[in-house]
């Protein structure tokens, strides 16, 4: 039985949204992506990835009513 993953590596998080790890580093930064600090680690939970993800969904959704 495979152990659920509790937080992704920058790297990690790039991969599962198919985007350069910079692109992270600047949603991070931007204040899109929460981040947890394990001493000098910085990881993203599974959830603040969700939320960024629905978040996006529905900026997108807003933004095709307001074009309709």
Same mark, same amino acid.
Request: glycine share 2%; proline share 4%.
């Given at each position: 039985?495979?152990?659920? +993953?509790?937080?992704?590596?920058?790297?990690?998080?790039?991969?599962?949204?198919?985007? !350069?790890? !910079?692109?992270?580093?600047?949603?991070? &930064?931007?204040?899109?992506?929460?981040?947890?600090?394990?001493? !000098? &680690?910085?990881?993203?939970?599974? *959830?603040?990835?969700?939320?960024?993800?629905?978040? +996006? $969904?529905? $900026?997108?959704?807003?933004?095709?009513?307001?074009? *309709?």
């Amino acid at each position: 039985m495979e152990t659920p +993953q509790l937080a992704l590596t920058i790297p990690e998080a790039a991969r599962a949204l198919r985007v !350069s790890r !910079s692109t992270i580093y600047r949603l991070i &930064n931007d204040g899109l992506l929460d981040t947890v600090q394990v001493r !000098s &680690n910085t990881r993203i939970r599974p *959830a603040d990835l969700d939320r960024f993800l629905l978040l +996006q $969904q529905r $900026q997108q959704n807003e933004r095709a009513v307001k074009f *309709a």
